[in-house]
């Protein structure tokens, strides 16, 4: 089993900026992507950034130029820089990881709990 696990999330004031840090650990035989999404009230979750393994990056339309997906020092980490905050973005931010648990195992998806983001006005 892969947990994965989110931190950084908290009050920001709009214009402001939050870090968002992810881990995986458990039966990792190598790490495919690793990414965040987010979902708001009444909403459906949405992806923000994803980062793969050879290092390619993918970000929502509405993060780009804000956001920066950078994978950790540690192979199983990975970060979400918020930077100017907005209304817009508030919401639960969710880490997802695709991974294979052995060489010949399928990709598993699995998520985090989730870490809420607020921006006040």
């Known amino acids: 089993q892969v947990q994965v696990v989110e931190s950084g999330g908290g009050l920001v004031q709009a214009g402001g900026s939050l870090r968002l840090s992810c881990a995986a650990t458990g039966t990792i035989f190598r790490i495919n992507a690793m990414g965040w999404y987010r979902q708001a009230p009444r909403k459906q979750r949405e992806l923000v950034a994803v980062v793969a393994n050879g290092g390619l990056t993918n970000y929502a339309n509405s993060v780009k130029g804000r956001f920066t997906i950078s994978r950790g020092n540690a192979e199983n980490m990975v970060y979400l820089q918020m930077n100017s905050l907005n209304s817009e973005d508030a919401a639960v931010y969710y880490c997802?990881?695709?991974?294979?648990?052995?060489?010949?195992?399928?990709?598993?998806?699995?998520w985090g709990q989730g870490t809420q983001v607020t921006v006040s006005s």
């Open positions: 997802n990881v695709k991974s294979l648990r052995t060489s010949r195992s399928i990709e598993w998806s699995d």
